[in-house]
């Protein structure tokens, strides 16, 4: 749980739902969580959560960065010594922006920033400055359970558990990835609903997970979540059945090309208080490949995307921060072509975006050759 930042408020209330849940787990079925909250009297600590309890609270003796890759390795692999496990799942909770780049703030073997929203002094005041970037977790995973692969990641995040970069990258730690490719809630999930999901061995507990997430009453939530489930061990033949289909357009996605993205339902956005178009970057991964594909070609693509998401729930309109995506959520052409997994489509409009006020920010044509999926579908070849 990184709330080191903004969501801290939001942090122990979600610990109350985690121990009112635990209630439902066996003695067999460890909850374990690391937490590091906005505080100047309370050191980060791992503890279990048992019977409605916090037991066995480990508290560090420093406050290193939630952000800091070093840190999830080294939370996980005590978690795994101290209570092993025939299965392993993990849920983050914190900041998240999918798999876009920010500029260096813990260096560990790369140089990008995508998760955990750390302010490195107890603040609350800002989402943080300091980020984990998805290639690194996924080093730091793999450490960490030394060949055991996790069930699931669950990301109680932004942007992260739908983002098709994100799940290529993880898809050798977690045999599925689950969250929402839009925004989410502060207060994000309702533990006590999801909890026996969390621990289920049903062949399709990811669906129980979902459905709780998005049908939950107790977040007083203005509108639902899209939400999705990833298997990763689709993903080696979903890309190369996307790079055939980009292959089909590529008139289309060349930089001198044009892209139909009208009424296309997104989900990020880089500046939310700009309402200038260019800013859209995870744009719905099926919705824009049927619009701009023939329906022979998208017919083959989704038969390789349908075994990769096993499932999804979508809705016409979610909480969001961001001005333009709430005006256009109107404007949305029919959400049953949502597949509910965002993906980044490069464009010239990015190659001078990030000038003046955004100057920290990387160009994102350039920092998506930081992730596997950029070559596994092949962007190279269209000049990209």
């Not at 400055?129 to 998805?134: D, R, T, V």
């Amino acid at each position: 749980m990184a709330g080191e930042n903004t969501l801290s408020t939001f942090l122990d209330t979600d610990i109350k739902e985690m121990m009112e849940g635990s209630k439902t787990l066996s003695d067999r079925e460890n909850l374990i969580v690391y937490v590091d909250k906005a505080s100047n009297t309370e050191l980060p600590y791992m503890a279990r959560i048992k019977d409605g309890e916090i037991t066995d609270k480990y508290e560090l003796t420093a406050d290193p960065s939630t952000a800091d890759p070093k840190v999830l390795e080294l939370m996980l692999s005590q978690a795994k010594e101290s209570y092993p496990a025939k299965s392993y799942g993990l849920v983050l909770w914190g900041h998240a922006n999918g798999w876009l780049i920010m500029n260096d703030s813990i260096r560990y073997e790369a140089a990008s920033r995508s998760y955990g929203g750390d302010t490195g002094n107890n603040s609350s005041a800002t989402g943080g400055s300091q980020w984990m970037n998805i290639p690194s977790m996924a080093k730091a995973i793999a450490k960490a359970m030394n060949g055991t692969q996790l069930d699931y990641i669950f990301a109680d995040c932004c942007n992260l558990g739908g983002s098709i970069e994100v799940a290529y990258e993880l898809k050798d730690v977690t045999k599925y990835l689950i969250g929402s490719p839009a925004e989410i809630p502060d207060n994000g999930a309702n533990y006590n609903s999801i909890m026996k999901g969390l621990f289920s061995t049903s062949d399709s507990f990811y669906q129980e997970i979902c459905d709780n997430y998005f049908n939950s009453n107790s977040n007083n939530l203005s509108s639902d979540l899209p939400l999705v489930t990833i298997k990763t061990s689709e993903l080696k033949n979903l890309a190369a059945a996307t790079s055939d289909i980009m292959n089909s357009i590529a008139d289309k996605i060349s930089p001198s090309g044009q892209l139909d993205t009208e009424r296309v339902v997104y989900y990020g956005y880089i500046d939310q208080f700009s309402t200038q178009d260019c800013y859209k970057y995870a744009y719905d991964m099926q919705f824009l490949l049927k619009r701009n594909a023939t329906d022979d070609a998208f017919n083959t693509w989704y038969s390789y995307f349908d075994k990769a998401v096993p499932y999804s729930v979508a809705s016409n309109y979610w909480d969001t921060a961001y001005k333009k995506i709430y005006f256009d959520q109107d404007n949305f052409d029919d959400i049953s072509d949502c597949g509910v997994v965002s993906m980044f489509f490069p464009m010239t409009m990015y190659d001078n975006w990030n000038k003046g006020a955004h100057t920290s920010y990387p160009n994102w044509n350039q920092a998506i050759k930081k992730m596997q999926w950029y070559y596994a579908v092949g962007w190279a070849q269209y000049g990209w």
